[in-house]
């Protein structure tokens, strides 16, 4: 079945290093890929998304790029903030269809 | 109000009570979607509305879980005789039009059911 598979966290940084947050899928067919964020008592919101292969999502600093040779989109950032703590979450949702998949989420910590 | 809400935030049952959770989603959404999620994981999809019509109910774990929509707006989940195993955040999400791949969803802040 579809699956979506994220490193484990959680990931501790120093505010301006480079955030690097692993996400890899599994489909029969081709997914839109979304990451979503859950800051600190808040609910989830989507932070990117990509809906077809090579394309790059970004927002906020952020970005990913739907790499279907690799089946991976991973999420990047140059310069984390401490504002950026928070879990992120990668899933997919198949063209046409309605379901969402998550990953298990991955926590980030950046320390001042 | 400008997001989707839910209620309780918080619900603490003993083992067997019915427990019924609230979703109003952004008003005008077309789809609906309830998740579970238990901790230390990402949300499971439980089942999806289109207006009032339940298009997918394949995710609901037993069938102590029933959820409807009557008039295509709020939403509510019932769960029958809970158990210890239904703890978990359900988070409710909406979308504004009839659901396809690319739409975002619009989450609410869940509510953390707590079953002793």
């Known amino acids: 079945g579809n699956s979506v598979t994220q490193m484990e966290g959680p990931v501790t940084l120093s505010e301006e290093a480079f955030l690097t947050i692993n996400c890899t899928y599994t489909a029969t067919g081709y997914p839109s890929l979304f990451w979503y964020v859950q800051y600190p008592g808040e609910g989830l919101q989507l932070l990117l998304k990509a809906t077809k292969a090579d394309d790059k999502g970004s927002n906020k600093g952020f970005e990913a790029t739907y790499r279907k040779e690799t089946t991976s989109f991973h999420l990047e950032k140059g310069s984390v903030q401490v504002s950026d703590s928070a879990v992120y979450f990668c899933a997919l949702t198949m063209t046409g269809g309605f379901k969402t998949i998550f990953g298990a989420g991955t926590r980030l910590f950046v320390k001042a | 109000g400008a997001g989707v809400s839910q209620s309780p935030r918080y619900k603490v049952a003993k083992r067997g009570q019915d427990v019924a959770l609230r979703c109003d989603p952004i008003?005008?959404?077309?789809?609906l979607f309830w998740y579970q999620q238990a901790l230390g994981q990402g949300p499971e999809f439980l089942t999806y509305f289109q207006n009032e019509a339940q298009l997918d109910k394949s995710g609901l774990p037993s069938d102590r879980f029933f959820a409807e929509r009557p008039e295509g707006s709020v939403s509510t989940l019932k769960i029958q005789r809970t158990q210890q195993e239904d703890s978990a955040v359900y988070l409710c999400?909406?979308?504004?039009?009839?659901?396809?791949?690319?739409?975002?969803?619009?989450f609410g802040p869940g509510t953390r059911l707590t079953v002793l």
């Open positions: 008003s005008g959404h077309v789809s």
């Open positions: 999400a909406s979308s504004h039009r009839d659901y396809d791949s690319y739409n975002e969803q619009f």
